[in-house]
Structures are given as C-alpha cells and as structure tokens.
C-alpha cells in the first residue's frame, strides 16, 4: 500500500456548512394507501429524487425522476403484478430510502409505512487536494477505498462510526494522479465519487 495518502483518523472538525445544506435537501416519503390496486405515496422536499419500483428479482416496473418539483404526490398501479416482494425507492444526491411491498396470493397488499433501509449518503468537502468525506446516522462501519483511475489502490480500510459518524480527511497527491476513486461500501451498497484534482 503507497503512503501518499495523509489520513487523520480522528474525528475532524464537524463540516456544518455541508452537513447543514445537506439536510436542508433531504427529502421524506410517506405510503399513504396500498391496496390490490394502487401503491400511492407522498414526497416532500422532492427536487431531484429518482424513484424506482422493482420486484424482489430486482426487474424494474416503475422509474422515474421527479425534476425540480418541491412536492408530488404518486400511485403506482399494482393489478397486474403477480404475487410477491417488491420495493419502492426513492434516491437524491445525499439520501435513498427503501420500502417493501408484499403482494399477497389473493391479492392483497402489506407495505410497510417505516423504510426498509434509509440512510444519508456520503458527502464530501473538497478544497484543492483536500478532500474530507463525512457520513452520519451509521450503525457500523463502512469500508472505504481510494483508487486512481488505473485502479491502484491507494488505501482500503474499514472505518468504524463514532457516535454514529465518519469524518476523513485526506490529502491526494496530485502528482501521482490528475484523479482518484473514492469508493464507500456500506451493507453491500457501494458509492464512487471521483475527485479530479486542480
């Protein structure tokens, strides 16, 4: 492993002017009526969420962006699915959420009204060859590799939450590569952010 890279493992000061722009933009769902026709949900806060309904095999049934709208409302039309687990998703730029529908054998409908999985992504402060990666509302850790764009890796490690947080710092040698990879694996989701340093 090439010691280019300068980590401070301890918690960094807290990035709030990122944390709080974040937050601002998170957005929120709610399930309002699920039966054996229709799956009707609301999105607050919904500029810019993807939204995708797909069965338990992961085929796609719905997709969607809502575009700059600040709320909408949704029904998906369930009568023609077979019997079955399915999930709804909604995804932003710093938040996905995930809910399950379970179609029953005689038609019926259990969605659940909390989310299966939800969680904020990661978000990155980045100034220069600095570059600081902040996740929160973490159980466990998350396993983070940096890579450039030839695939050397520079650094893979498991970092663990402190009270519910990560906060890195690295400092990227632009000499050693225009760009790197920044890879965060968290319960099998994985999000790549490429840094192109100046």
Same mark, same amino acid.
């Given at each position: 492993?090439?010691?280019?890279?300068?980590?401070?493992?301890?918690?960094?000061?807290?990035?709030?002017?990122?944390?709080?722009?974040?937050? %601002?933009? @998170?957005?929120?769902?709610? @399930?309002?009526?699920?039966?054996?026709?229709?799956?009707?949900?609301?999105?607050?806060? /919904?500029?810019?969420?993807?939204?995708?309904?797909?069965? *338990?095999?992961? *085929?796609?049934?719905?997709?969607?962006?809502?575009?700059?709208?600040?709320?909408?409302?949704?029904?998906? *039309? @369930?009568?023609?699915?077979?019997?079955?687990?399915?999930?709804?998703?909604?995804?932003?730029?710093?938040?996905?959420?995930?809910?399950?529908?379970?179609?029953?054998?005689?038609?019926?409908?259990?969605?659940?009204?909390?989310?299966?999985? /939800?969680?904020?992504?990661?978000?990155?402060?980045?100034?220069?060859?600095?570059?600081?990666?902040?996740?929160?509302?973490?159980?466990?850790?998350?396993?983070?590799?940096?890579? %450039?764009?030839?695939?050397?890796?520079?650094?893979?490690?498991?970092?663990?939450?402190?009270?519910?947080?990560?906060?890195?710092?690295? %400092?990227?040698?632009?000499?050693?590569?225009?760009?790197?990879?920044?890879?965060?694996?968290?319960?099998? *989701?994985?999000?790549?952010?490429?840094?192109?340093?100046?």
């Amino acid at each position: 492993m090439k010691s280019i890279l300068k980590l401070s493992l301890a918690a960094v000061a807290l990035f709030l002017s990122v944390s709080m722009s974040a937050k %601002d933009k @998170l957005f929120s769902m709610a @399930l309002t009526e699920a039966n054996s026709n229709t799956l009707k949900f609301e999105i607050f806060n /919904a500029e810019n969420v993807s939204i995708y309904f797909y069965n *338990d095999r992961k *085929d796609e049934i719905y997709s969607e962006n809502t575009g700059n709208t600040e709320t909408i409302t949704k029904s998906y *039309d @369930l009568s023609t699915l077979a019997e079955g687990d399915y999930y709804l998703v909604a995804e932003s730029e710093f938040k996905i959420e995930k809910y399950k529908v379970t179609i029953g054998k005689n038609g019926s409908v259990n969605a659940s009204k909390t989310p299966v999985a /939800a969680f904020n992504k990661p978000e990155y402060t980045i100034e220069n060859n600095i570059v600081k990666l902040h996740m929160d509302q973490l159980d466990n850790g998350v396993n983070v590799t940096i890579s %450039d764009l030839s695939n050397t890796e520079y650094y893979n490690r498991t970092v663990n939450a402190v009270n519910g947080e990560i906060n890195l710092k690295f %400092d990227l040698n632009p000499n050693n590569s225009p760009a790197y990879v920044i890879s965060v694996e968290r319960d099998g *989701d994985v999000f790549n952010r490429m840094i192109t340093l100046k």
